[in-house]
């Protein structure tokens, strides 16, 4: 049977091409073609002779995920895209423009197993692992498309990327490989729900990657309201794992703080964040809620400006460095999750 060439790591591929004869630059050449010229035809990759361009197209074939929809913001040109996989399952990419880098997003998981309550990606159920080809090729999917060059690299997308360990860290390798993407280890970041074992491992594993943990409460009693993760890993042993992990790594950690009226931007709150992280050196984006449709009881409005400003100042006098994160593709479906989730409803 035929496989996807883009779930072999260089290594894997360079073991695998040696089995039917071709030498190690022959995988240069044909990560050249994928990585760099993002042609995913064999027969047009003129520097193989059509024999080895047969061969290949016998043993491998190379899939991108498909289009469905793209959604590209007037305001930021914040692009979003919904993919389908090779079993019709869908997922979704973002692209984020800075003036001086594009920024992407990218799914690790078709829907989620965390389930947080404020996030539409676990509302609609989790379906299965993304392998390491299928993270790595939104990635190539998403530069062929809008002819861009991709900078940087959040793994913030649908999905847990710690409860998918093994190829998220097998796709950061491909992404990072100089015969590939070649992009740096410190311009990629994965953000995680927090699940303290995993924390460490990648630590140990990728101690160049940067951290983010999905904190968005002070304490377990307000984080088991929107975290149902949260009853598993506590908020201690949290920050116990990210406080191992920045004396492994030396690294960082950001801590993402979502902002929901009334129920977290209190003032008490972010004296209670400000304890908890004390010390740490970290960093705190305070993200005001995308609103989406809630179930419960608790509504998921947006805070009012000046409680997001007195959410800041309280860090600001605890020496606790923030940023109120600058909202991004506001007109488009922007929450993490939406726009799938709006095809899945239509297609019911
Ligand atoms: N599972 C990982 C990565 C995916 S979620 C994690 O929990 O970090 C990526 C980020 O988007 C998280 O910080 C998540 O809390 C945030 N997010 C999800 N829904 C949101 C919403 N409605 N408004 C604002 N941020 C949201």
Known sequence: ?????????????????????????RVDQVW????????????KMTNLSKEHRNTLSERFYIYVPELLDIQISQIDKTTKFLWKL????????????????????ISTQVGCPAKCAFCATGQSGFVRNLSAGEI????????KHRKVNIGNIVYM?????????????????????????????RRISISTVGIPEKIVELAQDLPEVKLAISLHAPNNYKRDIIVPMNK???????????????????????????LIREFNDFVDDAEKLAELLKGMGAYVNLIPVNPVP???????????????????????????????????GTDIDAACGQLRRRYITNKK
């Open 1 to 25: 049977m035929r496989k996807n060439i883009l779930d072999f790591s260089y290594e894997e591929l360079v073991d695998e091409f040696s089995k039917i004869g071709l030498e190690k630059f």
């Open 32 to 43: 050249d073609w994928i990585y760099k010229k993002h042609e995913f035809d064999f027969d």
């Open 232 to 258: 598993k890993y506590s908020v201690e042993e949290i920050i116990q794992s990210a406080k191992e992990y920045q004396k492994i790594t030396k690294n960082r950690v950001t801590f993402e703080y979502i």
């Open 294 to 328: 809630s179930s419960g009881e608790l509504k998921f409005e947006r805070p009012h400006h000046w409680a997001i400003e007195r959410f800041k100042e309280v860090l600001d006098k605890h020496n606790i460095e923030n940023e109120i994160r600058r909202e991004k």
């Open 157 to 185: 997308g649908m999905g847990e990327p710690l409860l998918n360990y093994k190829e998220v860290v097998k796709s950061v390798k491909m992404l990072n490989h100089k015969k590939g993407k070649n992009i740096s280890m």
């Open 86 to 105: 090779e079993d019709d399952n869908t997922i979704e990419s973002v692209l984020l423009f800075h003036p001086d880098r594009i920024t992407a997003c």
């Open 136 to 143: 790595v090729s939104q990635i190539i999917a998403m530069e």
